[in-house]
């Protein structure tokens, strides 16, 4: 035996066998293995079938050694072995198996003839459910529900980072597929499945919400016929239709006040801080758009600051230039002319014509979506 020795474990190969450049050598006290079973295919008059890969002594053989569980419940089953000892084949004892009923089995202390023990950490607990036939329909009635923030909601947002889809029983499906497709991907791809009995299925969107694009998912039933028909299937779209909130409160800034001045000045006034930990919103915002600006004589003119400063005179609209210094933050940029007042005035930045990355406009109700620096 040298380095490319492959060890073949269960003791039925010769005591040294060639295979290639490659030696295999017999071991003992190793495992054995289960090759294969008909869980996916398995029908209610059926045994479900599972094939060793060396006979077993049955001699170790106890009542506990396979359990079939159906909703957590143990049942009672009928066993029995074929081909030599290599099948155990097993069955509800005076029934069948049940379609759109959820069944576990689970095997232990099992031993082969060479005293090889099964190995099945990998492999059990498994779960499987009833194989049905016959043509199969469009899943019906298929929806979404936000299971992160808000649930229960049907309104995505940046923030959503998985929903649930929903839809109603299809008669005769076996199991459900769920496909998706991104708003820039170009093809459909599975992305869970969920057994017969289930009607819902949680699914990942942060991928595409968190950068402004759209995901659109499908159901189909499948069982041991076919697949439902794609032309009919239902497509429900998940998208960010949320509109950003622009929240800031006002702001006094001082210096506006320019009469013993000789020369032009250039203020900046942040904007972010009060609700958002430095930012502006709580999403990231289209910079490519800017807020308008407009300047008004004092912020109300039933208020004693009315009276202050220059009533006159007001800084230029044109003088002022919204600067994004980030997605979620930015400032206003003011030139201010010498030997001129403009303190007791209100720079109102409008973000009603700014959207977030999925091209939702900021929210206005309430007075959101209005940034106003009052200047002193």
């Not at 199991?175 to 599975?190: N, P, Q």
């Not at 904007?271 to 999403?283: D, I, P, Q």
Request: hydrophobic content about 35%; glycine content about 8%.
């Amino acid at each position: 035996v040298y380095d490319n020795s492959v060890t073949v474990e269960g003791g039925r190969a010769p005591d040294t066998a060639f295979a290639g450049a490659a030696i295999m050598t017999e071991t003992s006290g190793s495992y054995f293995y289960i090759l294969s079973d008909n869980a996916d295919s398995l029908k209610p008059g059926e045994p479900l079938v599972l094939t060793f890969s060396e006979p077993v002594d049955t001699t170790y053989f106890a009542l506990d050694s396979v359990a079939i569980t159906l909703s957590s419940q143990p049942m009672l089953i009928d066993v029995s072995w074929a081909a030599g000892n290599t099948q155990l084949r097993v069955s509800p004892y005076d029934g069948s198996w049940e379609s759109h009923r959820a069944y576990e089995i689970k095997i232990g202390r099992l031993r082969a003839r060479s005293g090889a023990r099964l190995y099945a950490s990998d492999y059990f607990p498994k779960g499987f459910y009833m194989t049905q036939t016959g043509a199969l329909g469009a899943v019906p009635n298929v929806r979404f529900r936000v299971t992160t923030y808000g649930a229960g909601s049907e309104r995505a947002d940046y923030n959503t980072e998985s929903v649930a889809l929903i839809w109603s029983p299809l008669e005769l499906a076996n199991v459900y597929e769920i496909y998706s497709r991104g708003s820039d991907d170009s093809a459909w791809v599975r992305v869970a499945s969920a057994p017969g009995i289930d009607t819902m299925q949680g699914v990942d969107v942060r991928e595409y919400l968190s950068r402004g694009k759209s995901v659109d998912f499908m159901v189909l039933g499948k069982n041991g016929t076919g697949r439902s028909p794609i032309g009919s299937a239902q497509v429900v779209e998940v998208s960010d239709k949320t509109p950003p909130t622009i929240r800031f409160s006002d702001r006094t800034n001082r210096f506006f006040n320019r009469t013993n001045y000789s020369t032009w000045d250039t203020v900046y006034l942040n904007a972010g801080g009060a609700y958002y930990y430095g930012s502006l919103t709580s999403e990231p915002l289209d910079t490519i758009r800017h807020p308008s600006i407009r300047v008004i004589e004092a912020s109300d003119t039933t208020s004693y600051y009315y009276s202050q400063g220059d009533t006159s005179y007001a800084v230029s609209a044109d003088n002022c230039l919204w600067e994004w210094t980030g997605v979620k933050s930015g400032r206003l940029r003011v030139i201010l002319e010498p030997g001129k007042d403009a303190a007791y005035d209100s720079i109102m930045v409008d973000f009603s014509e700014v959207t977030d990355l999925a091209g939702n406009k900021a929210d206005t109700t309430g007075g959101n979506g209005l940034v106003v620096f009052e200047t002193r």
